[in-house]
């Protein structure tokens, strides 16, 4: 079963605008991760932040955690056509499973 | 290798079928993992291994599902009697230890479709 939910499901802006993501998960983890799919087949790992972590920055990605409401959001700033793709969060429970929990993913489309 | 390689890329079959899909991870990685795919959705995880043995494979969503990996490297995953429902990406992914710190890479995935 799904671990978390992403919010929204579909989002679709003009190039140059900074797109974010939400998303949500239900136990305590050990880290969360966000990954970019296109297509429909393999996933690209974008970045990892730590339980203990809150903010953390890849270029042009910013990815925040709040652990007390079991949230993260996704922020890619300066959109380019290039980065319309599905956007998926996932987590790794704080003991017991090494897996990953997927969320049901965002549907980015970036417009030239 | 450069990443995860996964074959075939696409398979499709007949319900009723056996398939079989194999995963190469990268050179090195002790940890293997095993995910779905349904249209629309995010991956649902199905089986892992560190080296030969399957650590976890209560992610399996029956008995017609199995994987081995039988020298701690390339692994195999088998579906008996297939079912319209089991069509979906599989994906593979890799990751250098067993460890809840450590990144999974991702192959392809192999499109299997039962008609």
């Known amino acids: 079963s799904q671990q978390g939910e992403e919010d929204p499901q579909a989002l679709s802006i003009q190039e140059g605008e900074n797109a974010t993501m939400n998303c949500s998960y239900k136990?305590?983890?050990?880290?969360l991760q966000w990954y970019r799919q296109n297509s429909g087949r393999g996933l690209v790992h974008l970045i990892l932040?730590?339980?203990?972590?809150r903010e953390k920055h890849s270029g042009r990605l910013r990815v925040t955690l709040d652990t007390s409401k079991k949230s993260s959001s996704l922020l890619i700033t300066a959109s380019r056509a290039a980065d319309t793709a599905s956007y998926f969060c996932?987590?790794?429970?704080?003991?017991?499973?090494?897996?990953?929990?997927f969320g049901t993913g965002t549907r980015l489309t970036v417009i030239p | 290798g450069a990443g995860v390689s996964q074959t075939p890329s696409n398979k499709v079959t007949e319900k009723g079928k056996y398939v079989e899909l194999r995963c190469d991870p990268i050179?090195?990685?002790?940890?293997l993992y095993w995910y779905r795919q349904s249209l629309g959705q995010g991956p649902e995880f199905l089986i892992y291994?560190?080296?030969?043995?399957?650590?976890?494979d209560s992610g399996l969503p029956n008995d017609r599902f199995f994987a081995v990996r039988p020298e701690g490297s390339v692994s195999t995953l088998k579906i008996q009697r297939t079912e319209r429902g089991d069509s979906a990406v599989y994906l593979c992914?890799?990751?250098?230890?067993?460890?809840?710190?450590?990144?999974?890479?991702f192959g392809p995935g192999t499109r299997l479709t039962v008609l």
């Open positions: 992914a890799s990751s250098l230890r067993l460890d809840l710190r450590d990144e999974q890479f």
């Open positions: 136990t305590s983890i050990n880290n």
């Open positions: 932040i730590r339980s203990n972590e």
């Open positions: 996932a987590t790794k429970k704080q003991t017991g499973a090494n897996n990953l929990f």
């Open positions: 050179s090195g990685h002790t940890a």
């Open positions: 291994f560190q080296g030969t043995g399957a650590a976890d």
